[in-house]
């Protein structure tokens, strides 16, 4: 079964950076090109929404609120997908989750919090 394991969560300051990965454990590495990737966020009280997603052949997509401040960005030898965030806002708080879809799969990993207050 495959896991997604996140890490890089935090707390930062606003104006500051943090950066999220998604590590594949147990993929099969010819198949991790296949999959289409992204990081999602759901704030308290919110419905989780869509930051960034990646396709199999590199083509990226954010939301309008993060456009110019986040990288996704992934590594097909490594099994790795990585959100690089910068100029962080309060509103970025969250708890940030990933996922692989591939037709009828899809996978989701455990969430990462990440926090941007002073």
């Known amino acids: 079964q495959v896991q997604l394991v996140e890490s890089g969560g935090g707390l930062a300051q606003p104006g500051g950076s943090l950066r999220l990965s998604c590590a594949a454990a147990?993929?099969?590495?010819?198949?991790?090109?296949?999959?289409?990737m992204g990081w999602y966020r759901q704030a308290p009280g919110k419905q989780r929404e869509l930051v960034a997603s990646?396709?199999?052949?590199?083509?990226?997509e954010y939301g309008d609120s993060v456009k110019g401040r986040f990288t996704i960005t992934k590594n097909n030898s490594r099994k790795t997908m990585s959100l690089q965030m910068n100029s962080l806002k309060p509103e970025d708080t969250a708890v940030y989750y990933c996922n692989f879809r591939r037709g009828p799969q899809e996978y989701w990993g455990q969430g990462t919090q990440v926090t941007v207050s002073s």
């Open positions: 147990r993929m099969i590495l010819s198949e991790f090109w296949s999959y289409t």
């Open positions: 990646i396709g199999t052949s590199g083509g990226t």
